[in-house]
């Protein structure tokens, strides 16, 4: 068995809204081998929070209109890939370019495994993903993450959690959002 590379982190509420629906979110991340797997942790205000309800784990698109949890993984260059996980099991995959630029479906090897069991004040949304789908180029790299939530109320208030905000409106695409480094050194 390879390297194991782990890391817990604490997201941040944006300033722009969505008080009171989510007390913390907290994101266990974990490679070996190919392998991505993501531990999001809710805390909501009870009945505060509106979670998908379990559907196909097919590819969907607009996930993040509801509760969603996110990952963006960028290497040395400006393309990167944005996974949106639902607590429903549908999840989508893609790649850019550069900043929001040539959006295009990421093909991976297998769908992403989500589960999400939940409670009155809490949800735990895990996923893990099979990176055997990148370049070997970019798989071989140090790895810049982006973690983020989409958390919506039972009022429809959204609100937007991440690593990193940048200044202004949330945008998870933007450069101050990746910020976790995984070394490649670290992890292979």
Not at 149 to 160: L, M, N, T
Request: aromatic residues 10%.
């Amino acid at each position: 068995m390879g390297t194991i590379w782990q890391h817990r982190s604490s997201l941040c509420l944006h300033p722009a809204g969505g008080d009171g629906i989510a007390r913390a979110i907290d994101v266990d991340v974990r490679v070996s081998g190919a392998i991505l797997a993501l531990t999001y942790t809710i805390l909501a205000t009870k009945g505060a929070l509106r979670i998908p309800a379990a559907a196909e784990a097919v590819r969907t698109d607009g996930l993040w209109q509801t509760s969603c949890c996110e990952l963006f993984l960028k290497a040395g260059g400006p393309d990167y890939f944005e996974f949106n996980l639902s607590p429903s099991s549908q999840w989508a995959a893609y790649h850019f370019a550069d900043y929001r630029e040539d959006m295009a479906e990421a093909y991976l090897n297998a769908p992403p495994a989500i589960s999400c069991p939940q409670g009155p004040e809490a949800a735990v949304l895990s996923a893990q993903i099979d990176l055997t789908f990148l370049p070997s180029d970019f798989a071989a790299a140090d790895w810049r993450l982006g973690l983020s939530c989409v958390i919506e109320g039972a009022d429809g208030a959204k609100a937007y959690w991440a690593l990193n905000h940048p200044p202004e409106k949330p945008d998870f695409h933007h450069e101050d959002c990746f910020a976790l480094t995984v070394r490649a050194a670290e992890r292979l």
